[in-house]
């Protein structure tokens, strides 16, 4: 979760956006500058060095950035690199993302499975999880072949686990209970 400084600043962006009618265009290319920074580390790094004058680190952020994203991000990217609070790119994104979210009703959800799944049951599952929540559904999901078959789905804060490793560790756990 973001910060309340991080909130601030995605927050007025949001507004931005919002009033453009962008928020969309926005979020992707807030998207696109985060993907840049964890790609290229060290440029988040020189942006947060003190050493390294303003006028330079706009030069940067210009051959960058400069037509590639909406004149109001960019401009954003210039103030949040002025104030030194351009490392918290990431969770000004994530704060951004949430009220996008929020405002036009979609819902994250994260689906765990041992193997990749099919085009078919991926569909399935963001219809099911849409009728459940009543919201568009972004769908992410990924392979962690250690819990041997089933699924694990996170919705929020909620967990829905029902792979075969938490089932042979619960018979797993009563043997030992009845057991002992």
């Known amino acids: 979760m973001a910060d309340i400084v991080s909130e601030r600043y995605a927050l007025s962006l949001y507004e931005i956006a919002a009033d453009e009618n962008k928020a969309k265009d926005y979020l992707d ?22 050493s390294i004058g303003t006028e330079d680190k706009h030069k940067v952020l210009r051959a960058a950035f400069d037509g590639r994203v909406e004149p109001y991000l960019f401009n954003f990217l210039l ?30 959800v994260r689906a765990i499975t041992a193997k990749p799944m099919s085009e078919a049951l991926t569909e399935k599952l963001k219809a099911k999880m849409s009728a459940v929540t009543g919201k568009q559904v972004v769908l992410e999901t990924s392979v962690d072949e250690s819990i041997l078959g089933g699924i694990v789905v996170k919705l929020g804060n909620e967990q829905f686990d029902t792979s075969l490793r938490t089932r042979l560790n619960e018979i797993a756990s009563r043997l030992t209970n009845t057991i002992a």
């Open 29 to 50: 290319e807030l998207a696109a500058v985060c993907e840049v920074f964890a790609r290229e580390p060290d440029f988040l790094k020189m942006l947060l060095t003190p």
């Open 79 to 108: 103030l949040i690199t002025d104030k030194g609070r351009v490392g918290l790119i990431h969770d000004m994104y994530q704060a951004y993302k949430e009220q996008y979210y929020f405002d036009n009703g979609i819902v994250e």
